[in-house]
């Protein structure tokens, strides 16, 4: 026995668009507590060593759009004496607060399914711009800045470093707390009990 789920309407359309599959819609949870309540003392750290800083987080690869930020911003920061900072793996228990210190999170995928990352840093508060993807509108909404290029990705993080929108910052934190891992799980609970009747046999 078979069975499809996907963690946003947008993907799963495009496989029902393109493979006719009909799969179900289970969003992904956030630890929303974990990047809402950080160490002050930690946060203060990353500041002191990175300074005001643009934060992305993933695999540097094509897909990820990393190399499209890299890019973009060396003509502008070039004559300023500034460079990107990779600073590969973090330790899982220093996340939080590099994600809550940032300035501005930046999430320039290409393809994504949910979009975790900058749903955490929407928990965190900080203000989140995005691609402009279809399944990145429909889970973020008004809760972000959108850029459909790497010119435009640019000039919306810049933008993004100068305003203060307290709205805008309300709006992330709400859809953050509403995206449990309790909900999830008793979701998926409820999803496989029901394509299997209540019975334990395996769902692929």
């Known amino acids: 026995m078979y069975a499809h789920l996907c963690v946003a309407r947008s993907v799963a359309d495009e496989l029902r668009a393109g493979w006719g599959l009909h799969p179900a819609v289970i969003p992904n949870g956030v630890a929303y507590e974990r990047f809402a309540t950080t ?3 930690a946060r203060a750290a ?11 987080v993933g695999g540097i690869e094509a897909r990820k759009g990393s190399l499209d930020l890299i890019e973009v911003y060396a003509p502008r920061v070039i004559g300023l004496g500034i460079e990107p900072v990779v600073l590969g793996a ?20 290409l393809k994504e399914g949910f979009g975790l990352a900058a749903m955490e840093a929407l928990a965190a508060g900080v203000p989140l711009v995005v691609r402009d993807l279809p399944v990145l509108r429909e889970v973020f909404g008004p809760a972000a800045r959108f850029a459909d290029t790497p010119e435009a ?19 992330g934190r709400e859809p953050a ?25 395996r769902v692929g």
Do not use: I, K, M
């Not at 990353?46 to 992305?56: E, F, K, S």
């Not at 707390?177 to 046999?201: D, Q």
């Open 46 to 56: 990353w500041r002191a060593r990175l300074g005001p800083y643009v934060l992305t």
């Open 90 to 109: 973090v330790r899982e228990s220093d996340l939080p607060s590099l994600v809550t210190a940032a300035d501005v999170f930046a999430f320039p995928s």
């Open 39 to 41: 160490d002050p003392a």
């Open 153 to 171: 990705l640019a000039t919306t993080l810049a933008h993004a470093l100068t305003s203060d929108d307290p709205v805008r910052g309300a709006l």
């Open 177 to 201: 707390a509403r995206h449990t891992w309790t909900e999830a799980a008793a979701r998926h609970l409820e999803f496989y009990r029901s394509v299997t009747g209540g019975s334990h046999r």
